[in-house]
């Protein structure tokens, strides 16, 4: 069997579409009987996917990830164990172990304003919170996904129309507003967990209301994912507001985006965390087409 880890200076990198680096190790009878570090040929999940499934890739180890990289990573038939963090070879013990949690897809990047601010140094990751993480169960070897979601709908394509409010009652997002309802794989991750539990096990038709506390939804913020940088290092730094959502680019090149919290005359502050993370969201959810 082989693991391939996303790497970085020992660690698990945390972003799978910009990995350069992956430490490849291949294990006999349950342990690590040799390990090398390799260069990725590319950028973006469908050719990152590509590029282990050609090495015979049998089991992924990554932290962040999104649904359309776990989609093609299970086409290529690929087992993921998202949301490590920590010393690679750690992590592959931990999976050997059978103590290795999956939080499936939990990297939704809600790209605002088009705006790149330029480089900055420390290379900050971003912290996108959609999936979530089940509960630990122990056992054989490998990486558990905690209580499998169970319901007719489950490993079907569904069709839902949705509102979601806040607990004042402000909407923050609808798809009758957009007249097309929502399409996804029901328990695929591509959904934070309350809303593909939700969905479960519905009817044709039926309609319920959720209430989602932020594990069920985008995950509690980050303290981390909040950072300043001196104005000086930050090429049109000059020319952004507090509040707007713009792009920085890491050391790879590769941008991601934050929010702007803060700016002095010397510093500016940004928030890298999901906008939605920490906060309880409702939502009404119609079921209107189980399409397999």
Same mark, same amino acid.
């Given at each position: 069997m082989k693991i391939a880890v996303t790497y970085e200076n020992g660690t698990v990198f945390q972003h799978f579409g910009h990995t350069r680096t992956f430490k490849v190790y291949e294990v006999e009878d349950g342990k690590v009987v040799t390990s090398q570090i390799i260069e990725s040929n590319g950028s973006g999940h469908g050719a990152l996917a590509g590029f282990l499934a050609e090495r015979n890739i049998d089991v992924l180890i990554c932290g962040?990830? $999104?649904?359309?990289?776990q989609t093609a990573l299970t086409e290529q038939g690929i087992e993921l164990c998202a949301g490590a963090s920590g010393s690679a070879d750690e992590a592959v013990e931990a999976y050997l172990r059978g103590e290795l949690v999956n939080t499936g897809a939990n990297c939704d990047h809600h790209h605002g304003e088009d705006h790149t601010c330029g480089d900055h140094g420390e290379g900050h990751s971003c912290h996108g919170h959609e999936g979530g993480c089940g509960g630990h169960e $122990? @056992?054989?070897? $490998?990486?558990? /996904?905690?209580?499998?979601? #169970?319901g007719r709908n489950v490993g079907k394509t569904v069709r839902t129309h949705y509102r979601g409010t806040f607990n004042n009652g402000a909407q923050f997002d609808s798809s009758y507003d957009r007249g097309e309802p929502l399409e996804f794989v029901c328990g /695929? @991750? &591509? &959904?934070?967990? $309350?809303? *593909?539990?939700?969905?479960? *096990? &519905?009817?044709i038709g039926q309609t319920v209301q959720v209430h989602l506390m932020p594990g069920e939804a985008y995950g509690e913020a980050d303290?981390? /994912?909040?950072?300043?940088?001196?104005?000086?290092?930050?090429? @049109? /730094?000059?020319?952004?507001?507090?509040?707007?959502?713009?792009?920085? #680019? @890491?050391? *790879?090149? #590769?941008?991601?985006?934050?929010?702007?919290t803060a700016k002095d005359e010397t510093s500016i502050t940004f928030d890298a965390n999901h906008e939605m993370a920490g906060k309880e969201l409702n939502f009404t959810i119609e079921l209107m087409e189980v399409l397999d």
């Open positions: 962040g990830i $999104g649904g359309g990289a $122990g @056992g054989c070897a $490998g990486c558990h /996904a905690g209580p499998k979601l #169970q /695929a @991750g &591509m &959904m934070i967990p $309350g809303y *593909d539990a939700a969905v479960a *096990d &519905m009817e303290p981390e /994912a909040i950072f300043a940088i001196p104005l000086a290092e930050i090429p @049109g /730094a000059e020319n952004v507001s507090v509040g707007e959502r713009v792009y920085l #680019q @890491g050391p *790879d090149g #590769q941008a991601f985006p934050v929010r702007v």
